[in-house]
């Protein structure tokens, strides 16, 4: 017999709609990224859909800086009765709390709850369309022949672009240079620019300059690849056991309301069966990937440790 709670969650995940509004006061999804970027589109894609379900459309609203911890903590210390929820992206929830020297003004396992999984994001290995490097294994020849003569960008110490590349490095036994930046558009930019060789990225960060021929895109970091670029390579199968996998979903504060979070989470669901969010999700980078509250906690559980493991091996500490 499935415990109590596990019925009562099945049962107002199925209900959705039906259930009371989580709150009488305006809804909000809070981002912790600038309008544009990925995190903020998941925001107005989910705001979008869930609006028929819940009974009005979510105000999104944008508090950038301190990788995500700012609307983080916004929405930890505001309303818990479900009328506020955060835009909770990977690297915030598994990534940043096991950096050593990181300072988070919140527990991100104590403070926030999983509401749902929204959206996965493939990552793509680029480097510049005027560049020299034709494919990811010539790359690597070149890195290899000039220790040091090679860099990469990425958006910041201890973000999944540092990480991933440190793994690429170690994995395949690569000396490298790490040059951070503020964000991925601007590495984008300098790696359009030829200062830079090389970036690994959400996929939604770049599949614009990838199309338009300004970035070569030198493998796919997940096997499932991407309708777009179905001959692209792929990572895992040019260094055995790296796969990169991203995802952007929904959390909301310690003491939200089971009901709260059962609601938001039918909602997301049904919305994520609706052609015209699937497209917006697609025409982003972003393939729909829902995942339940339990699912979902299961999710952030497994990658945080796996984002651990890579980080105590790259040896990273914030500055």
């Known amino acids: 017999m499935k415990p109590l709670i596990g019925v009562l969650l099945g049962t107002m995940l199925l209900a959705g709609p039906a259930l009371a ?6 809804l909000r999804i809070v981002a912790g990224f600038a309008p544009g970027g990925t995190s903020d589109i998941v925001a107005r894609v989910v705001a979008d859909g869930v609006a028929a379900a819940l009974g009005q459309r979510p105000v999104v609203e944008n508090r950038t800086g301190a990788n995500g911890f700012i609307a983080a903590e916004a929405v930890v210390r505001g309303p818990t009765d479900g009328s506020t929820v955060l835009q909770c992206p990977m690297g915030s929830m598994t990534i940043s709390p096991e950096v050593p020297g990181m300072h988070i003004p919140i527990d991100v396992g104590r403070d926030l709850v999983p509401v749902a999984n929204v959206a996965r994001s493939s990552y793509a290995v680029v480097t510049g369309a005027r560049g020299p490097h034709r494919s990811l294994e010539a790359l690597m020849a070149a890195a290899r022949s000039r220790p040091g003569g090679l860099s990469y960008g990425s958006a910041g110490i201890g973000t999944a672009q540092h990480l991933s590349a440190e793994r690429l490095k170690r994995m395949a036994g690569l000396d490298i240079v790490h040059v951070p930046y503020r964000g991925a558009a601007p590495a984008a930019l300098d790696l359009i620019a030829g200062r830079i060789d090389l970036l690994i990225t959400n996929l939604g960060d770049v599949i614009r300059q990838v199309q338009g021929g300004e970035l070569r895109l030198l493998a796919l ?7 777009d670029f179905p001959d692209a390579p792929r990572l895992p199968r040019i260094v055995p056991g790296l796969e990169v996998i991203g995802w952007f979903g929904i959390c909301g504060p ?3 309301p089971e009901e709260a979070v059962a609601r938001w989470a039918g909602a997301i669901r049904a919305s994520l069966q609706d052609p015209v969010v699937q497209k917006r999700l697609l025409d982003n980078g972003l393939a729909p990937g829902f995942e339940d509250p339990a699912a979902f906690g299961a999710t952030i559980t497994r990658d945080r440790q796996a984002w651990g493991e890579a980080i105590r091996a790259a040896n990273v ?3």
């Open 21 to 26: 509004q989580p709150a009488d006061r305006p």
């Open 221 to 227: 970091a997940d096997e499932a690849g991407w309708p």
């Open 254 to 256: 310690r003491g939200m």
């Open 317 to 319: 500490r914030a500055e």
